[in-house]
Structure formats: structure tokens, C-alpha cells
């Protein structure tokens, strides 16, 4: 009766502050990859599925550091917090690339490996990301020198170079394997925020057929290597209308989810401004996705600290709406930041101020953690 209570308040709540969209569903739903393993086949069906009854909760790295701790078997801050673990994990394979054992977040990949496996055995999800150094300059993800996807594409001075990079990324794939030694179904979603122009891959720093040529021939090329376990997902940063956000799009039959990454920033404390960028572009993203049959998400969010102690309900829950968005996954907690001298955070974890409020939204009927997600059958 108390969460019945809980999930009418905040519904009645919400519904005063903005319209509500129209209910879509896709029911046509087509993998891009035709070898697409059982399991990954059945995985997007599930998301689909999963999607009318609300949305999965997502967090970066969770399993591998918290606030202030690190590597320590089955701890989750979220967990700690709500009982439960994240029904999505994000992760990053930078540093693969170049034989680092750990990526770009310090995170061994053999024990990313072995989260990647615990998660499953549970039901959990993984998306994977990928901040590769930009293979014209070697400088990390974040050097936008202009035209080095120029460079690795057919014929560039560095396509050699970037087919041992995809060589080592399918081999890391391919290793991911459950008790009954399948290929474990990733969300996989490279060249992140590719409307923004503060990575090599992205808007500005390359024309959009170079960009659909890229990402073209990374997918057949995977898919060469046997690699049939992933669900490819489409990402951008901000966009203003449809034409925008498919200014780059390959086409749907080299791309399964169609996504976008927003965060609230502090010159934005009571998240109106979040809110409304938030509603906008899911409201484009929505009709683009009924229309092509395709799961949407936001791939990633946040509001660094969450200084509002009302945010899940108050800001997150109103900036998602009625929208059957598939996932929503936030940034990671990694703590403290020596060279910022700050904390650096995205989820709640015991005594953070918006603790009780994250059990609320935990507690809502549309917010799917990795318990909820047993409950549907494949």
C-alpha cells in the first residue's frame, strides 16, 4: 500500500509539471546483425518488452569502485543504497587498443571481464563504450584534431592501425562467455556523443559520410571476426531536431538503439533548464524511434553530486516523463578527485543527501533494477 501511495504521489506530481507524451511501441523490431546470436536476439526483444513497463536503471563501473572504496566483491553503492544492484552497467575498453591491462578508468579488463560475467549470471546488462586514443596524433579521446577518421578509413595511413585496434576489441568480446560458454549480448556504443565536437570522431572534426563510412565498416568488420553478441547503439550529445541528430546516422540496418547523453549542470540548480532539454529532445528521439522501430535510451546522465536532495523524483523522474525510453544509465562514482580536489559522483551511496529520494525512485513500478528484470521470461 505504501509503494502504491508513493508511485500515486509522484505521478500526480509529475503530471503537474509537464504533458505527458503519447504511449508508442515498436513492434517490428529487427537486429542489425542477421548472425545475431540466440541470445542477443533474445536480449533485444526483452528491452523492447521491458520498455512498457518502464525503464532500466543504469551506472558506470559500479561494480568495480564506489565512494571510496575499490575492488571489493560484491559491493554496488547503489546496492548499498537500495538493496539492489543496477539492471545496466556501463563500462569503457580504452587502453585495449594499446595492450594496457587497465582502461581508461584504471579498471583491469580481467576484472571488468569477470563483472561483465557476474552481472549476467544475475540478469544484469552491460553497455560498453569506447574513448580510443585518436589514432592519428596518439593523444587520448579528447584531442579533436581534425580529419583523423580520414585516416582510418580504406586507403588511410592508419587503417592498418585501426583494424588491430577492432582485432583486439573482437577478441575482448568474444571473451565474454556465460556457465554454458555463449557469447554474453553487450550494448555497444562507439563513437559516443558524436554531435559534439570535443572527441576526434566527432561532429566538426569530420564529414558525416566519413563518420558513416567508420562506422560501417567497424560493424562488418566485427561481424567478419564472428563477433554476433552485440546490440549496436547509436549515440549523440545534444541536438535540436531530427535532422540533427540523424545527420550521421549510418542507417537502420547498422544500428539497433538510438540514444542521446545529457547532464544537468550546476549553473542549473533547480534543473529547469535540464528539464526542458530533456523533454525536447526525447520528444524528437521518440518519434524518430517509432518510425524506424527502434529501442530508445539515454545512454548517459547526471548531475555530478547531487546536490538536490529531491532529484530522482523531482528532476530525473519529470525530465524522463511518460517516454518509453529503454534504459537510463548514470556516470560513475568515483570520489574523490585529487587534481579537481573534489568528489565525483553520480549515484547516491550511504549519508549522500539524496539517499532517501533514490529509495523512492527505486521504489516506483516504472524504475527497473536488476530484480525486476528476472521477472520477465526471454
Known sequence: MKKQLLNFIIAITAASNFSFAAIKTNTNLSLADKKATPETKALYRKLNQLSQRGFLFGH??????????KYEKGRSDVKEVTGDYPAVYGWDIAGLEKDDLNNIDGVPFEKMKHYIIEANQRGGISTISWHFDNPATGKNAWDNTPNAIK?????????????????????????LKDKKGKNIPILFRPFHELTGGWFWWGKGNCTAEEFK??????????????VHNLIYVYNTGSFNN?????????????????????????????????VTEFQNQLKILSDIAYQKNKPFAIAEAGFEGIPDSKWWTGTLLKAIGNYKISYVLLWRNHGWQEKEQKMHYYAPFPGQVSEKDFVDFYHLKQTLFEKDIKTLKK
Do not use: C, M, R
Not at 61 to 66: K, M
Open 151 to 175: 585516416t582510418i578509413l580504406q586507403g588511410g595511413e592508419n587503417h592498418q592501425k585501426y583494424i588491430t585496434w577492432l582485432d583486439k576489441a573482437a577478441n575482448f568480446f568474444l571473451s
Open 213 to 226: 563510412s567508420i562506422w560501417k565498416f567497424t560493424f562488418d568488420y566485427l561481424q567478419q571476426k564472428g
Open 242 to 274: 531530427q535532422e540533427d541528430f540523424l545527420d550521421h546516422y549510418p542507417g537502420d540496418d547498422y544500428a539497433d538503439i538510438l540514444s542521446f547523453d545529457i547532464y544537468q549542470n550546476s549553473n542549473d540548480a533547480n534543473g529547469s533548464k535540464f
Open 60 to 69: 558506470q563501473d559500479d561494480l568495480a569502485y564506489g565512494v571510496n572504496w
